[in-house]
């Protein structure tokens, strides 16, 4: 220990002789007590974490002390301290041209601490080469933990994880190549975003191995491969008889609902099922998927198509008879109004919000959403009759006329003439609306063909009596025409003749 008193006050002592100690320096304790109090020390310090400064300021360059420290500190769960502490006391060992085999083995325990178990195998193959005798053993014994977890994330269970999962990681290979990296600075990217506009560090994210994966703590738990491919068989069959159960449960209330032409609920349980349960299936799960699909929509289509009739004492002369032949809804508060500058009720407050105009928008961005990842024909056909039918009741025509066309070409692809019947349906409502007479016309006449192919009486009878309906207002704005240029025909006449007995 060392002492406060200073040296050049000692007297000189004989040869030979001690010099005689101090009774407060003298220790009445055991070596194995001063041992037992130095390791309290030690503990109390490197759990308060207070062990950086004093020995490393008494000697610097005191690669035991960073030894030390390195081990402390991976216990502490610091396992990037430890690692920079133990290459410190290697770079000090290296200055001395000296090696140290507990070191060098901190050093690989560090990196197998940080799942780094490609460089701890390296540095430890490096380590059994670079010592000799018993030194190589401890190095051996690390090498045999190394390699099985190595074993464990490249083994046998990861040869049946990739197997199993084999077309999922080449779709998501030819997605990464699709995506090339963009190189520009992160700011810049975020701002195009509009999520962020100033200076910004690009951060690397580094994955850490695992030790023990997830497909490997499923393959360790059955040792006999046909004992676990037959669980998991018996578990799939499981699933694909539930899943075929919901399916039978699902037509029928969906043939319940078109019976009792509950016409609003069917549509929103078609969607709720379609929407959040069909769509997260997968073909393995439901290998009956497209015919379900199918069949679901088909029914869809036609409970709207039986709404369709002709009413008893209908009257062809009447006001929108077309109109009401169609079920257009004639309620003048839904229309769009025309603001006028200075007006109050131009500058409408969050008040007066209409939920129902919210819940379509909320409708129409959920098919919207939907359309990204529809696999079937039939399916965005469906997603855009439901658009366009929602841009009809918002008073957009043009519009609902764009997305049932988009619709028709889509039911083409799958030979669905109902679908493309009821997409001609929302034209002619659409040009109905407008009274624009002749694209009526046109949009009936093509109808009219594809309920030929329909081969239904009733159909074709709805349409004789919209293009009778379509013909008696085209024959009434020609008569309003013919009326109106014979009005100014006459006014013309009469301001000549006024002209003339004035001169």
């Known amino acids: 220990m060392t002492s406060i008193i200073p040296p050049g006050s000692l007297v000189p002592q004989a040869?030979?002789?001690?010099?005689a100690v101090p009774i407060w320096l003298k220790m009445d304790w055991s070596p194995e007590m001063e041992q037992g109090i130095?390791?309290?020390?030690?503990?109390?310090?490197?759990?308060?974490?207070?062990?950086?400064?004093?020995?490393?300021?008494?000697?610097?360059?005191?690669?035991?002390?960073?030894?030390?420290?390195?081990?402390?500190?991976r216990k502490n769960a610091q396992a990037d301290g430890a690692l920079k502490d133990s290459l410190e006391a290697i770079r000090l060992l290296k200055n001395l041209q000296r090696s140290d085999a507990p070191i060098n083995l901190e050093v690989c325990d560090a990196l197998y601490e940080l799942n780094r178990l490609e460089n701890a195998k390296a540095e430890l193959h490096d380590n059994t080469r670079l010592f000799t005798g018993n030194k190589t053993k401890m190095f051996e014994q690390r090498l045999v933990v190394v390699d099985e977890n190595i074993e464990d994330a490249c083994g046998p269970s990861m040869t049946q994880y990739i197997s199993d999962k084999e077309?999922?990681?080449?779709?998501?290979?030819?997605?990464?190549?699709?995506?090339?990296?963009?190189?520009?600075?992160?700011?810049?990217?975020?701002?195009?975003?509009?999520?962020?506009?100033?200076?910004?560090?690009?951060?690397?994210?580094?994955?850490?191995?695992?030790?023990?994966?997830?497909?490997?703590?499923?393959?360790?738990?059955?040792?006999?491969?046909?004992?676990?491919?037959k669980f998991r068989q018996e578990y799939l069959f499981r699933v694909?008889?539930?899943?075929?159960?919901?399916?039978?449960?699902?037509?029928?209330?969906i043939r319940y609902l078109r019976k009792t032409k509950s016409l609003t609920k069917l549509t929103s349980y078609v969607e709720e099922v379609m929407g959040d349960y069909v769509v997260k299936k997968t073909n393995r799960i439901m290998p009956w998927k497209f015919e379900f699909i199918n069949e679901v929509y088909n029914i869809l289509a036609l409970a709207y198509v039986d709404q369709y009739t002709l009413p008893k004492n209908?009257?062809?002369?009447?006001?929108?008879?077309?109109?009401?032949?169609?079920?257009?809804?004639?309620?003048?508060?839904?229309?769009?109004?025309?603001?006028?500058?200075?007006?109050?009720?131009?500058?409408?407050?969050?008040?007066?919000?209409?939920?129902?105009?919210?819940?379509?928008?909320?409708?129409?961005?959920?098919f919207e959403n939907r359309m990204n990842f529809a696999q079937y024909p039939i399916e965005k056909s469906y997603l855009l009759h439901q658009m366009a039918e929602i841009h009809l009741k918002s008073h957009r025509f043009d519009e609902c006329c764009f997305s049932a066309r988009k619709s028709i070409e889509e039911a083409k692809k799958c030979n669905s003439y109902i679908w493309q019947f009821l997409c001609y349906l929302l034209i002619i409502k659409a040009n109905a609306a407008l009274h624009k007479v002749e694209r009526t016309s046109e949009a009936l006449d093509m109808a009219l063909k594809i309920a030929k192919e329909l081969k239904e009486k009733h159909i074709h009878n709805f349409l004789t009596a919209c293009i009778h309906c379509n013909e008696e207002e085209f024959i009434v704005k020609k008569q309003s025409i013919f009326a109106n240029s014979r009005r100014e025909s006459e006014k013309s006449v009469y301001s000549s003749l006024s002209v003339r007995h004035s001169e």
């Open 15 to 19: 040869q030979g002789v001690e010099a």
């Open 38 to 73: 130095y390791k309290d020390w030690g503990t109390y310090y490197s759990r308060r974490r207070r062990r950086e400064p004093g020995a490393l300021e008494l000697g610097p360059a005191e690669f035991t002390t960073l030894y030390r420290r390195s081990q402390s500190r």
């Open 167 to 229: 077309k999922l990681i080449v779709h998501l290979k030819e997605v990464q190549n699709k995506y090339k990296p963009d190189t520009r600075p992160l700011w810049k990217i975020l701002k195009e975003q509009e999520k962020c506009d100033v200076l910004s560090i690009p951060e690397i994210e580094k994955i850490l191995e695992a030790r023990s994966p997830m497909y490997n703590i499923r393959y360790q738990k059955f040792t006999n491969k046909k004992l676990m491919d």
């Open 240 to 253: 694909q008889y539930q899943t075929r159960r919901n399916m039978i449960s699902a037509l029928r209330s």
């Open 314 to 366: 209908f009257r062809y002369a009447e006001k929108n008879a077309l109109l009401r032949l169609l079920r257009f809804p004639m309620d003048k508060s839904k229309e769009v109004k025309h603001f006028v500058f200075g007006d109050r009720t131009t500058h409408q407050g969050s008040e007066t919000v209409d939920p129902a105009l919210t819940k379509s928008r909320l409708i129409g961005n959920r």
